[in-house]
C-alpha cells in the first residue's frame, strides 16, 4: 500500500515536472498580444487611431526556435500595423548569426507606414564591445526593410521618432539625438535600456519613451520581484512607468529570451492605438 508520505512526495514531485514543463516548453512561447492606447500631444490628425506594434528582444540565435520567431513575425503581421518599432536585441551573438538572423528576418513583416528600430547592447556582440557587428546587424536589418536610428531622428508622417542607440555598448548619446528635435511637435522616443531615462541629456523632451531589454525579469515568483533583472533601476520591470520631465516610460518584456525558461511573465507584442492627448 502507497503511504501517505510517499503518495504526498508523488503528488510534489509531478506538481514539480509540471511546473517545469510549463516554464520550459510553454510560456516561453505563449505570446501575448498587448493592447493599450499610446496618448501623444499635438498627434497629427492623420495619424489618430493608426497602430504602433512595439517588438524587442528577439534574440535570433541559437536559443530561440526560429520557427517560434517566424510564427510571431506572421502574427505581427496579421495585426497589420501601422508603424512597427523594435526596440533592439535583434539577435544573440555566436558564429553563425548573419545567416540566421538574415533567413529568419526575411520574414519580418513592414509597417503600412514605416518600420524602424534601434540597437541593442547584444547587436553589438561579445562584451558589447564590437561596433564592426552592429554595423553588420544593421546591413541586415534594413536589408530586410528595418530602417535603423542611431542617435538619430526620423519623421513618420509628421511623428518625430527620436532613436537612441545602446546603453551598455557605450553608444547612447541623448545630446546628438536630440540635436534637431523640435520640442514643437509630436514625438516618440526608442531606447532599449529602460536605465538610460535616468541619465541626463533628455532635456526638452517630453513624451513616451519605448524600451526593452529587462524581458521582464523572464521569471517572476508569485509576490515577489524578478530575481534576475539587468538593470540599476529595480523598478523598471515591464509595463509603464512615469518618469520625470513630463516622460513615461513602456518596458516591453521582449519576444525571444537568453534562457528558455519564462514564468508570469509571457513574451509581449504590444500594440498601441495613436491617440491625441
Given at each position: 500500500?502507497?503511504?501517505?508520505?510517499?503518495?504526498?512526495?508523488?503528488?510534489?514531485?509531478?506538481?514539480?515536472?509540471?511546473?517545469?514543463?510549463?516554464?520550459w516548453?510553454?510560456?516561453?512561447?505563449?505570446?501575448?498580444?498587448?493592447?493599450r492606447?499610446?496618448?501623444?500631444?499635438?498627434?497629427?490628425?492623420?495619424?489618430?487611431?493608426?497602430?504602433?506594434?512595439?517588438?524587442?528582444?528577439?534574440?535570433?540565435?541559437?536559443r530561440?526556435?526560429?520557427?517560434?520567431?517566424?510564427?510571431?513575425?506572421?502574427?505581427?503581421?496579421?495585426?497589420?500595423?501601422?508603424?512597427?518599432?523594435?526596440?533592439?536585441d535583434?539577435?544573440?551573438?555566436?558564429?553563425?548569426?548573419?545567416?540566421?538572423?538574415?533567413?529568419?528576418?526575411?520574414?519580418?513583416?513592414?509597417?503600412?507606414?514605416?518600420?524602424?528600430?534601434?540597437?541593442?547592447?547584444?547587436?553589438?556582440?561579445?562584451?558589447?564591445?564590437?561596433?564592426?557587428?552592429?554595423?553588420?546587424?544593421?546591413d541586415?536589418?534594413?536589408?530586410?526593410?528595418?530602417?535603423?536610428?542611431?542617435?538619430?531622428?526620423?519623421?513618420?508622417?509628421?511623428?518625430?521618432?527620436?532613436?537612441?542607440?545602446?546603453?551598455?555598448?557605450?553608444?547612447?548619446?541623448?545630446?546628438?539625438?536630440?540635436?534637431?528635435?523640435?520640442?514643437?511637435?509630436?514625438?516618440?522616443?526608442?531606447?532599449?535600456?529602460?536605465?538610460?531615462?535616468?541619465?541626463?541629456?533628455?532635456?526638452?523632451?517630453?513624451?513616451?519613451?519605448?524600451?526593452?531589454?529587462?524581458?521582464?525579469?523572464?521569471?517572476?515568483?508569485?509576490?515577489?520581484?524578478?530575481?534576475?533583472?539587468?538593470?540599476?533601476?529595480?523598478?523598471?520591470?515591464?509595463?509603464?512607468?512615469?518618469?520625470?520631465?513630463?516622460?513615461?516610460?513602456?518596458?516591453?518584456?521582449?519576444?525571444?529570451?537568453?534562457?528558455?525558461?519564462?514564468?508570469?511573465?509571457?513574451?509581449?507584442?504590444?500594440?498601441?492605438?495613436?491617440t491625441?492627448?
Amino acid at each position: 500500500m502507497l503511504s501517505r508520505r510517499r503518495f504526498l512526495s508523488a503528488i510534489g514531485g509531478a506538481a514539480t515536472a509540471g511546473i517545469g514543463f510549463y516554464t520550459w516548453r510553454v510560456e516561453p512561447h505563449w505570446l501575448e498580444i498587448v493592447r493599450r492606447p499610446l496618448a501623444i500631444r499635438r498627434l497629427p490628425a492623420t495619424l489618430a487611431g493608426k497602430t504602433l506594434a512595439h517588438v524587442s528582444d528577439i534574440h535570433v540565435g541559437p536559443r530561440v526556435a526560429d520557427d517560434y520567431v517566424i510564427e510571431a513575425f506572421a502574427l505581427l503581421r496579421a495585426l497589420e500595423p501601422d508603424i512597427i518599432a523594435l526596440t533592439g536585441d535583434f539577435v544573440s551573438h555566436h558564429p553563425e548569426m548573419f545567416a540566421q538572423m538574415d533567413r529568419v528576418y526575411r520574414h519580418f513583416p513592414q509597417g503600412r507606414i514605416a518600420t524602424i528600430g534601434v540597437l541593442g547592447n547584444h547587436d553589438y556582440g561579445a562584451g558589447w564591445a564590437h561596433p564592426e557587428v552592429a554595423d553588420r546587424v544593421v546591413d541586415v536589418a534594413e536589408r530586410h526593410g528595418i530602417r535603423v536610428l542611431r542617435n538619430e531622428i526620423a519623421d513618420v508622417a509628421g511623428l518625430q521618432v527620436v532613436g537612441l542607440d545602446d546603453l551598455w555598448a557605450d553608444r547612447f548619446d541623448p545630446a546628438v539625438a536630440l540635436s534637431r528635435f523640435d520640442a514643437s511637435r509630436p514625438a516618440i522616443a526608442l531606447s532599449h535600456n529602460p536605465d538610460s531615462v535616468d541619465l541626463p541629456g533628455w532635456d526638452g523632451y517630453s513624451g513616451w519613451v519605448l524600451s526593452g531589454h529587462t524581458h521582464g525579469g523572464q521569471c517572476k515568483p508569485p509576490f515577489l520581484p524578478p530575481p534576475l533583472l539587468p538593470v540599476r533601476n529595480r523598478r523598471y520591470t515591464c509595463g509603464e512607468f512615469d518618469l520625470s520631465g513630463g516622460r513615461r516610460l513602456y518596458i516591453n518584456r521582449g519576444i525571444g529570451h537568453l534562457i528558455r525558461a519564462r514564468i508570469n511573465v509571457r513574451p509581449e507584442i504590444t500594440v498601441f492605438a495613436l491617440t491625441a492627448d
